[in-house]
């Protein structure tokens, strides 16, 4: 348990269907992305939300539509999929500023990962 | 951005001392160097971050020449269990105008022979 959780862990889902993937973060972090990871594929990033405000949309198709409610909670609306976006979707929360007890680059703590197949 | 160039793939056996090298060539004053894992169907996990020279902690070493243009991760004595993909990034120190400027590359996979 790395204080980052996603669920659900497994979503199969037909091109119509609408879902959505939920992650939770319990680190008092105050920065949340989202990232794909295709077989054989880097990550990629999809979305970055700081301080609740969405600070990063990297071309994503409309059909991914992230929500920050708060800084503990991240969502990914999903709506008319094709079956290329079938993926591992991965969570990632990180400390952005303040302190910490450090400086350096930002470290980001991973959830485990919904594992999506569209049919 | 820095890019950061590793191996695609290395094998290694129980006990032995694994050594992964990544190249940035184009790292900024302001960049760190941090290197992650990832098992199979999880997500990755932090392992090291550095900026200069040698640090330490009980999983791995960061060795980082004194031109920052390359970094080696070691990894001692290594285990079946440390069969994974290990990621290095490049990254500037926290800010808000950086927040999401973490990009993973292939990555290395580590293959551990019994």
């Known amino acids: 348990e790395t204080g980052v959780t996603q669920t659900p862990r497994h979503l199969v889902m037909g091109m119509t269907n609408k879902k959505s993937l939920k992650c939770e973060q319990h680190?008092?972090?105050?920065?949340m992305y989202w990232y794909k990871q295709s077989a054989k594929k880097p990550l990629e990033l999809m979305f970055v939300y700081s301080l609740e405000e969405r600070v990063e949309n990297n071309s994503v198709p409309s059909r991914f539509s992230p929500e920050c409610p708060n800084s503990s909670h991240l969502f990914l609306h999903l709506h008319t999929l094709q079956p290329e976006d079938s993926a591992l979707y991965l969570c990632?929360?990180?400390?952005?500023?303040?302190?910490?007890?450090?400086?350096?680059?930002?470290?980001?703590?991973f959830g485990a990962g919904s594992r999506l197949t569209v049919l | 951005l820095a890019k950061t160039t590793q191996p695609i793939s290395m094998d290694s056996y129980e006990g032995q001392e694994v050594n992964i090298t990544c190249s940035h060539n184009n790292i900024a004053t302001n960049d760190y160097i941090t290197w992650y894992q990832q098992f199979p169907s999880q997500g990755p996990r932090f392992i090291i971050q550095?900026?200069?020279t040698k640090v330490t902690n009980e999983v791995a070493s960061l060795f980082i020449p004194a031109d920052r243009k390359s970094s080696t991760l070691s990894l001692p004595r290594v285990s079946l269990s440390d069969t994974a993909v290990y990621y290095c990034?490049?990254?500037?120190?926290?800010?808000?105008?950086?927040?999401?400027?973490?990009?993973f590359g292939q990555g290395t996979t580590l293959q551990v022979k019994p």
């Open positions: 680190l008092g972090h105050n920065a």
């Open positions: 550095g900026y200069k």
């Open positions: 990632a929360s990180s400390h952005e500023t303040g302190s910490w007890g450090g400086s350096g680059a930002n470290v980001l703590t």
């Open positions: 990034l490049v990254a500037p120190r926290r800010s808000s105008s950086n927040t999401g400027k973490l990009i």
